[in-house]
């Protein structure tokens, strides 16, 4: 069974910027597309960014367009996945999870079978 695992949330101020790290372990996962979502205080998860295997291919949600970079890592047991986040506003703030699936069509949950636990970001002054 393959689990995903996420690091580098925090508490930041506006403006910021924050690098969000999830690996996975247990199970091959160099041809899957990796995505971020997150979900926000009462409010529904949403889909942030998402590659594909050979990092040819990005996703990203349009609020967080130019601001913020997906990028991956693969190795023979594991794979790594970036989100770098700048210019951080208070409307980013959420719980920021990793997930993996097999489709290429990556901007829905219903695309991943595999998710992290998620790290919270919170943007606050």
């Known amino acids: 069974q393959g689990q995903l695992v996420e690091s580098g949330g925090g508490l930041v101020q506006p403006g910021d910027s924050l690098k969000l790290v999830c690996v996975t372990s247990?199970?091959?996962?160099?041809?899957?597309?990796m995505g971020w979502f997150r979900q926000a205080p009462g409010k529904e998860r949403e889909f942030v960014a998402s590659?594909?295997?050979?990092?040819?291919?990005?996703?990203?949600a349009d609020s967080v367009k130019g601001r913020f970079a997906i990028s991956r890592d693969n190795s023979e047991r594991s794979v790594t996945v970036y989100l770098q986040m700048n210019n951080l506003t208070p409307e980013d703030t959420a719980v920021y999870y990793c997930?993996?699936?097999?489709?290429?069509?990556?901007?829905?949950?219903?695309?991943?079978?595999?998710w992290g636990q998620g790290t919270q970001v919170t943007v606050s002054s």
């Open positions: 247990g199970r091959v996962f160099i041809t899957h597309t």
């Open positions: 997930a993996a699936g097999r489709s290429t069509a990556t901007t829905s949950e219903a695309d991943y079978t595999f």
């Open positions: 590659i594909v295997w050979s990092s040819l291919t990005k996703h990203y």
